[in-house]
């Protein structure tokens, strides 16, 4: 188990460094730099501006000043919010987005984990049918889809109901503005697991430890919960993993349509502006966030499932 | 099993045994996974409705009086569906046609379902088949590499190089296709593994065959099945992709235009023309919404684990 949980660490800091490195060269590939403006600026001051952010330096001692900073947690100055380091960015968007994402993954397990089990328990019925038709609808129609429309309804249609939601805005995460980014953030993992519940489940139910459980008269509500639940879960936690991932996409989104300021939307507004330390401090806290996950949810799979034996 | 049919079975004159054996026709795997996809409504009817829409996005633009670009001058804002001037769908805030924008953005939108589709088909089949059938130091590389960049959020990589590279319709459709073959090669080397010890693979090698071309006229034939199932459920992550990317504003450049550029446009005027938003939306879930139940139809009807 330490074993494996150290060369999963060990192969975590060359994936990093391999993203760092990818991400840092690709930017300075670029075309075009992040000073440049539709009024030319004249050639002293560009010599200075460079100087001051360094890039008047060469390449390498570009590159290893920016290792060297991000080993003490400097992601550098943001090239286009001036007076903020892109540390003081992410610190303060990062906390929004975090939320947000706990939010909609409670919100999953809430909802799709019960919903998929509900189905799988009366397979074949409507009502299987009924919670898998909007599984399926809630995958295929996209977040940037739902977003809009549901601004729409809450924010224009229903305006001069009870029903009203702001749709834009942070407003200090007062709870009404997080409504509907939350829901539209959670819809489609909502639907990922409930139809990962529901097929698991069916499967496990089939075994036959299960039909042993049954056989020596255990209830069917005892075998379902104590026997056949926490395999049934193995799937689920290993989509957690991805989830994340997902869950960084959907920021993007839910962020850019709702105005809240989150990463996503400083990386979006970040790659717009070509605002290039913004971009690639984003992207190498997306890559550790995600390699760091992925090896909790490893570890969490093992101990679900007795079969599972890392060496 | 008592002994009583079987000699009875084995009574029956010779002749007859032959003509029935004659009357039997054989079957391919091919064929009968036709048949089971017959009979899957669904999946037919999203098929067929595919195909419609398909036709109608490529040619559809013939028979429209306006071109996705043009400006009708005399309206120069957003004009609800009108007959006397030609707008079937009526027009957009700048006072384009919606549907000639309409079936220009699902033009994209299928371009790219396919052709990023076809990239990492091409490179997930190849490095799959490779790692699968070489096996070794060749396969320990290869998965190793794929492990890595699974482990990377490529999203992020995809926006930096349409920021880098400037938004290039080309490098949009290689981007896409490089990201979505990890899967695939994962799939293919799997089938592989299971194909590499199979007699016939044997003989292929005993007759004298080379890797390669073992590889291409023993292996690959047989992972098409699975690999056809994947394709069909790539096309739509694809699409949805390209609109997430056009939705930020960092896909197909403007006057072109996609479905995920159209509701991005739709949703900034929705309080004025709930229309600009709801009919790209409709398309695009429409589309996706077929491609996976075809995908589940064919994995259904190809998938050898419940035959």
Redesign the interface.
């Known amino acids: 188990m330490w074993a494996y949980f150290t060369r999963r660490v060990l192969i975590a800091i060359p994936t990093l460094w391999v993203v760092i490195t990818v991400a840092f060269f690709l930017m300075r590939l670029a075309p075009g730099g992040p000073f440049d403006q539709e009024a030319p600026l004249p050639p002293e001051i560009m010599a200075n501006l460079k100087a001051a952010y360094g890039l008047d330096q060469p390449l390498w001692w570009q590159y290893l000043n920016y290792l060297g900073g991000l080993l003490q947690g400097d992601f550098g100055p943001s090239f286009k919010y001036k007076d903020f380091t892109v540390t003081e960015l992410i610190g303060q968007g990062f906390p929004v987005s975090i939320q947000n994402g706990v939010a909609a993954l409670t919100l999953t397990i809430l909802i799709g984990i019960p919903l998929g089990a509900m189905a799988a328990l009366r397979q074949n019925s409507s009502a299987d049918h009924a919670a898998m038709t909007v599984a399926m609808t809630g995958i295929v129609i996209p977040n940037f889809v739902v977003g809009p429309l549901l601004a729409l309804v809450f924010g224009i249609w229903l305006k001069e109901t009870v029903f009203a939601l702001p749709v834009g805005g942070w407003n200090n995460g007062a709870f009404e503005n997080r409504i509907l980014p939350v829901i539209c953030l959670a819809l489609p993992f909502i639907a990922y697991v409930a139809r990962i519940t529901r097929a698991s489940l069916i499967e496990t139910l089939r075994t036959n430890y299960v039909r042993t459980a049954r056989a020596k008269g255990l209830p069917f509500r005892m075998v379902v919960l104590r026997h056949a639940f926490k395999t049934a879960m193995i799937p689920v936690v290993t989509y957690l993993g991805p989830a994340t991932v997902f869950l960084l996409t959907g920021s993007m989104v839910i962020e850019t349509i709702f105005s809240l300021p989150g990463i996503g939307r400083y990386f979006v507004q970040g790659a717009l502006n070509r605002d290039y330390t913004l971009v690639m401090g984003v992207t190498i806290l997306a890559a550790s966030l995600v390699i760091f996950l992925n090896l909790f949810v490893d570890l969490a799979y093992a101990w679900l499932d007795p079969k599972v034996r890392y060496e | 099993m008592s002994d009583a049919p079987v000699t009875s079975n084995l009574r029956v004159p010779h002749s007859d045994a032959l003509d029935k054996a004659a009357d039997v026709e054989g079957r391919s795997l091919w064929q009968d996974a036709f048949r089971r996809m017959q009979a899957n409504r669904a999946a037919m009817a999203s098929a067929i409705m595919l195909i419609v829409l398909a036709v109608v996005c490529f040619v559809g633009p013939l028979f429209v009086p306006w071109t996705y670009e043009e400006i009708d001058w005399d309206l120069l804002e957003a004009t609800p569906p009108n007959f006397e001037l030609k707008h079937y769908l009526g027009t957009d805030s700048l006072g384009r046609d919606m549907l000639a924008r309409l079936l220009q953005g699902g033009q994209v939108s299928f371009m790219v379902g396919i052709l990023a589709t076809s990239v990492a088909l091409v490179i997930g089949v190849t490095v799959g088949a490779m790692a699968g059938f070489i096996g070794g130091r060749v396969d320990q590389f290869l998965m190793r590499f794929v ?2 960049m699974y ?3 490529l ?3 995809i ?8 938004r290039n319709f080309y490098l949009m459709f290689l981007a896409i296709g490089f990201v979505e073959w990890l899967t695939m090669s994962r799939i293919v080397r799997g089938q592989t593994l299971t194909l590499r010890n199979k007699e016939f693979i044997e003989a292929a090698r005993a007759s004298g065959g080379s890797t390669t071309s073992i590889i291409i006229r023993h292996i690959i034939p047989n992972v098409l099945g699975v690999v056809i199932v994947y394709v069909t459920l790539t096309i ?1 992550q694809v699409i ?1 992709l390209e ?2 990317l056009s ?4 896909g197909v450049q403007a006057p072109m235009t996609s479905w ?1 550029a159209l ?2 446009e ?2 900034q005027e ?2 004025i023309t ?1 229309r600009t ?2 009919l790209p ?1 409709v398309c ?2 429409t589309t ?2 077929c491609f ?1 139940f075809l995908g589940d139809g064919l994995r259904d009807a190809l998938d050898p684990k419940d035959r």
């Open positions: 492990d890595v482990a990377v959020p999203m992020f990589f926006i930096i190089l349409m920021v880098v590279f400037g739509p949805l609109s997430f939705f930020l504003g960092l995920g509701i991005a739709g949703a929705m309080e709930p938003l709801i939306a695009l879930s996706l919404f996976n």
